[in-house]
């Protein structure tokens, strides 16, 4: 099966500490892109890697880290720096003009 | 801020056309317009996309206004399943991937029996 797959699909964390979340895609996509999403809210850019070991800051990258030493995969890592990081995160690839999206993380920081 | 503006909800009965509007009046030459659906808790999901031309593909129609300043999403016999949160997005179309896609709050569709 090709596509995007995220895991955990729910994950409960203590505040203060660091969290990664998981994304792989064997679409042999070469752009990957990582979204917050809050209750009744569209979607917000956090990072984005248009090719391997490069990516680029979106609109709300504060308190987020990532990497990209793969083209299979792009982890966000959610620092404790993040004030107010419960949310639904997703992951998407991109090829020409669609994104994939993954089925998504939901985050809860207790 | 937001490129796009769109009704925060709509209703269609099922097996009419659910016509989905959107304004886009500061797009630029070289901008697309883009239109993905999310269902409940799931990821968005593609629908179709254009530049000028009316397009039309499996799921849908876009129709764009010849100044294009604004367009219609058109599902031609809305089913139960086509309730979702839509979304109108214009961007450019940067080598060969999309750019950052900027996701409004969408038009809330509910598709009633």
């Known amino acids: 099966d090709g596509g995007i797959t995220q895991s955990p699909k729910y994950l409960f964390r203590k505040e203060g500490q660091n969290v990664t979340l998981s994304c792989e895609q064997n679409l042999n996509h070469d752009a990957m892109y990582w979204y917050r999403q809050d209750p009744g809210q569209g979607l917000r850019l956090i990072y984005y890697?248009?090719?391997?070991?490069?990516?680029q800051k979106g609109d709300i990258a504060e308190g987020y880290s990532v990497s990209r030493e793969k083209k299979e995969s792009f982890p966000l890592t959610v620092t404790s720096a993040q004030k107010n990081p419960t949310a639904f995160y997703l992951c998407?690839?991109?090829?020409?003009?669609?994104?994939?999206f993954g089925p998504g993380t939901r985050l809860t920081v207790l | 801020d937001a490129k796009t503006t769109q009704p925060p909800s709509m209703d269609c009965a099922e097996g009419r056309a659910a016509n989905l509007p959107c304004n886009h009046s500061?797009?630029?030459?070289?901008?697309?317009v883009y239109w993905y659906r999310q269902i409940h808790s799931q990821g968005p999901q593609y629908i179709i996309h254009?530049?000028?031309n009316n397009e039309t593909n499996e799921m849908a129609s876009l129709i764009i206004t010849e100044d294009r300043k604004s367009s219609t999403l058109i599902l031609p016999h809305a089913t139960l399943r086509d309730t979702a949160v839509y979304y109108c997005?214009?961007?450019?179309?940067?080598?060969?991937?999309?750019?950052?896609?900027?996701f409004g709050k969408g038009t809330k569709l509910s598709v009633k029996p």
């Open positions: 890697s248009q090719i391997v070991n490069d990516f």
């Open positions: 997005i214009v961007s450019g179309n940067y080598g060969g991937s999309q750019g950052n896609l900027i």
């Open positions: 500061t797009i630029s030459g070289n901008e697309y």
């Open positions: 998407a690839s991109g090829h020409y003009n669609e994104q994939f």
């Open positions: 254009g530049l000028k």
